[in-house]
C-alpha cells in the first residue's frame, strides 16, 4: 500500500490482510531509468514483454525486476482506493463479472469434451480446439439472438416486457442445448435382457397304418 499509513489502521479492519508493508519507492526512483527504458521498448515493439519478463524472472532479486514489482504495487494500490470509493465503477466491475462468468458457464456446455480442458502440448491441436469452440460460440449466439427476435416480433411480448426487461436479454443462454444429444426412452416395448431357452424339436409323427 502507500508509503503515508494512515495512523489508525484499525478503521481498515477488512483490508488489514492487504495492508502488509508501505510501497518501496527508492526502489522505484533508484531503478527509474532502466523502468522508462524497458517501458520503452516493450511501446515501441523492439522488445516483447514476455522476452523482457523471462529475462528477469531468472534472477528475481534483480533490481529492476523488484522495481518493477514496486510500480504494480502501486497501480493495484491505487485502483483498488477507486474501486472502494466509486459506486459506479462497482457496478460496472459486477456487470462485466456477470458476463465472462455466463460466458463460461456456457463454455463448459459447449465444450465438454475431456473436461474442457487442451490436454495437448501441440500447438496445432490447441489451435483446432480453440478454433472449434468460436464456431460453437458463433453458432450458439447466431441461433438464441434469432429466438430472441422472433420473441420481441410476437405482439403478445410487445407489451410485457419493459425497457429495463429488454435490457437485459442476453444471447448468452444454454438451457435449450443437449450436448450429449436426446436419448428417446419408448415406455411400450421391452429390452429381451434373459437369454431364452433353446427349445428341443418335437418329433413328427408315425404315418398311420394302411
Known amino acids: 500500500m502507500s508509503s503515508s499509513r494512515c495512523e489508525d ?10 495492508m502488509t508493508r508501505p510501497i518501496r519507492w527508492n526502489v ?13 521498448a516493450i511501446r515501441v515493439g523492439t522488445a516483447s514483454t514476455e522476452a523482457i519478463l523471462r529475462r528477469f524472472t531468472r534472477t528475481a532479486s534483480h533490481p529492476v525486476y523488484q522495481a518493477m514489482l514496486e510500480v504494480g504495487k502501486a497501480q493495484k494500490t491505487i485502483f483498488v482506493a477507486r474501486y472502494l470509493r466509486d459506486r459506479d465503477l462497482q457496478r ?23 473436461s474442457g480442458e487442451l490436454s495437448t502440448n501441440r500447438r496445432d491441436q490447441q489451435e483446432l480446439s480453440v478454433l472449434a469452440l468460436h464456431l460453437l460460440q458463433t453458432a450458439l449466439v447466431f441461433v438464441n439472438t434469432l429466438m430472441i427476435q422472433d420473441m420481441l ?7 410485457v416486457l419493459t425497457d429495463e426487461d429488454k435490457r437485459a436479454l442476453t ?3 444454454w438451457m435449450h442445448i443437449q450436448p450429449y444429444g436426446e436419448v428417446r426412452l419408448n415406455m411400450g416395448s ?12 418335437e418329433p413328427e409323427p408315425e404315418p398311420a397304418a394302411a
Open 190 to 201: 421391452r429390452l429381451q435382457l434373459a437369454t431364452p431357452v433353446p427349445q428341443e424339436p
Open 92 to 114: 460496472e466491475i459486477q456487470e462485466g463479472l456477470n458476463v465472462v462468468e455466463g460466458w463460461n458457464g456456457a463454455n463448459d456446455i459447449i465444450f465438454f469434451g475431456k
Open 153 to 159: 416480433a410476437d405482439p403478445e411480448w410487445a407489451d
Open 28 to 40: 522505484i526512483e533508484n531503478n527509474y531509468d532502466q523502468l522508462i527504458k524497458y517501458a520503452t
Open 9 to 18: 489502521e484499525d478503521t481498515y479492519d477488512n483490508l488489514s490482510d492487504a
Open 171 to 173: 444471447p448468452l443462454f
